[in-house]
């Protein structure tokens, strides 16, 4: 089946016009430049976004976004600091990052365009047909991709359904084809409204690791969240094979005291299906960060590498993840 086209247009986004505008680039690495071909606003007027192709390669489709200098927490060398970590990444689960730069207007940043649709969105539309085998194929990608950045001495702080993309192969569905793990370049800022989020009941903080609850996301060196992205990625798993995350509650209060304490709930009815996810789970959703199993340390458990022995009956999991919808960047792109 085709895949759907990389330049439909997001929900509720605002076109402009589709004129083939060339922007230079003041590139850290090597000159190019963008032709744009859609331009979308988004985040509150606050980042300005424009889909288009690299210009010395037509073929090359690339997200273009602009953090403006007006943003009320706009910190240049956070974002500096942000693309640095990315730049030079190269490992097929994660998002290529082309270049970034300032200018008077605030700091742009020239991504790869993400394939298929984020991971929320497609779960929400597909998951009377997601199954198993998707579930631990999605997983494996995204513990490589983990495994690599940590390699790289970089860590992702925001793992969640908003911030993966999967390719299923078209509208009609399918096995997921692709998978990429996005958004490095946007955690500075964001981390500073997560921890005030905490506080504020923002949105529902379903991903953070306990510690990172425990210290509203104190200023630390990439390799003390290590631990907390394999948090993530074990909350990722759980959601795609229940519906749920492993921690909530409708009171706030009540949740952010559950994460404070890693209460993850194991449904029999579900769990006891699903043995060897329950094993490979079990070592990422360990509360205690120093015993938490290692991205790397898992990539070879027999759940993800015997994929052909997954199931692929659908889960048929009503998936309750509307809260998410909030959290979602406005990056979706169709």
């Given at each position: 089946?085709?895949?759907?086209?990389?330049?439909?247009?997001?929900?509720?986004?605002?076109?402009?016009?589709?004129?083939?505008?060339?922007?230079?680039?003041?590139?850290?690495?090597?000159?190019?430049?963008?032709?744009?071909?859609?331009?979308?606003?988004?985040?509150?007027?606050?980042?300005?976004?424009?889909?288009?192709?690299?210009?010395?390669?037509?073929?090359?489709?690339?997200?273009?976004?602009?953090?403006?200098?007006?943003?009320?927490?706009?910190?240049?060398?956070?974002?500096?600091?942000?693309?640095?970590?990315?730049?030079?990444?190269?490992?097929?689960?994660?998002?290529?990052?082309?270049?970034?730069?300032?200018?008077?207007?605030?700091?742009?940043?020239?991504?790869?365009?993400?394939?298929?649709?984020?991971?929320?969105?497609?779960?929400?539309?597909?998951?009377?047909?997601?199954?198993?085998?998707?579930?631990?194929?999605?997983?494996?990608?995204?513990?490589?991709?983990?495994?690599?950045?940590?390699?790289?001495?970089?860590?992702?702080?925001?793992?969640?359904?908003?911030?993966?993309?999967?390719?299923?192969?078209?509208?009609?569905?399918?096995?997921?084809?692709?998978?990429?793990?996005?958004?490095?370049?946007?955690?500075?800022?964001?981390?500073?409204?997560?921890?005030?989020?905490?506080?504020?009941?923002?949105?529902?903080?379903?991903h953070y690791a306990p510690e990172v609850i425990v210290d509203e996301w104190k200023e630390r060196p990439d390799q003390e969240y290590f631990a907390a992205d394999a948090?993530?990625?074990g909350v990722l798993t759980y959601t795609l094979i229940s519906g749920n995350p492993p921690i909530q509650n409708d009171d706030r209060r009540e949740l952010v005291k559950?994460?404070?304490?890693?209460?993850?709930?194991?449904?029999?009815?579900?769990?006891?299906?699903?043995?060897?996810?329950?094993?490979?789970?079990?070592?990422?959703?360990?509360?205690?960060?120093?015993?938490?199993?290692?991205?790397?340390?898992?990539?070879?458990?027999?759940?993800?590498?015997?994929?052909?022995?997954?199931?692929?009956?659908?889960?048929?999991?009503?998936?309750?993840?509307?809260?998410?919808?909030?959290?979602?960047?406005?990056?979706?792109?169709?």
């Amino acid at each position: 089946k085709s895949r759907p086209e990389s330049g439909a247009e997001a929900p509720g986004a605002a076109s402009g016009s589709a004129t083939q505008d060339v922007v230079p680039e003041a590139n850290v690495g090597a000159q190019r430049e963008v032709v744009i071909s859609q331009k979308l606003v988004h985040e509150d007027g606050y980042v300005e976004m424009s889909e288009g192709t690299l210009k010395a390669s037509p073929t090359s489709r690339v997200i273009m976004f602009c953090v403006s200098a007006d943003h009320p927490r706009y910190q240049a060398d956070a974002l500096r600091r942000e693309t640095e970590r990315a730049s030079g990444l190269k490992h097929p689960a994660v998002l290529k990052l082309h270049s970034s730069w300032e200018d008077d207007d605030g700091f742009h940043v020239v991504e790869e365009l993400p394939p298929g649709r984020v991971l929320l969105e497609e779960l929400i539309k597909h998951w009377t047909s997601f199954c198993e085998r998707d579930a631990a194929f999605v997983a494996s990608r995204v513990l490589d991709g983990v495994a690599y950045l940590h390699s790289k001495g970089v860590s992702h702080r925001e793992l969640n359904v908003g911030t993966i993309y999967v390719d299923r192969g078209g509208e009609g569905g399918g096995d997921v084809r692709q998978v990429k793990i996005v958004d490095f370049s946007m955690s500075s800022i964001r981390e500073q409204e997560d921890a005030m989020s905490l506080r504020k009941a923002e949105y529902p903080p379903y991903h953070y690791a306990p510690e990172v609850i425990v210290d509203e996301w104190k200023e630390r060196p990439d390799q003390e969240y290590f631990a907390a992205d394999a948090w993530a990625v074990g909350v990722l798993t759980y959601t795609l094979i229940s519906g749920n995350p492993p921690i909530q509650n409708d009171d706030r209060r009540e949740l952010v005291k559950r994460l404070r304490c890693g209460d993850v709930q194991w449904s029999e009815e579900v769990w006891s299906r699903f043995p060897q996810a329950k094993e490979f789970l079990g070592g990422l959703l360990t509360v205690d960060s120093d015993k938490r199993s290692k991205p790397a340390a898992l990539e070879k458990h027999t759940w993800l590498t015997n994929l052909s022995e997954r199931s692929e009956e659908p889960l048929k999991i009503e998936y309750s993840l509307s809260k998410y919808r909030t959290r979602t960047r406005e990056r979706t792109l169709r």
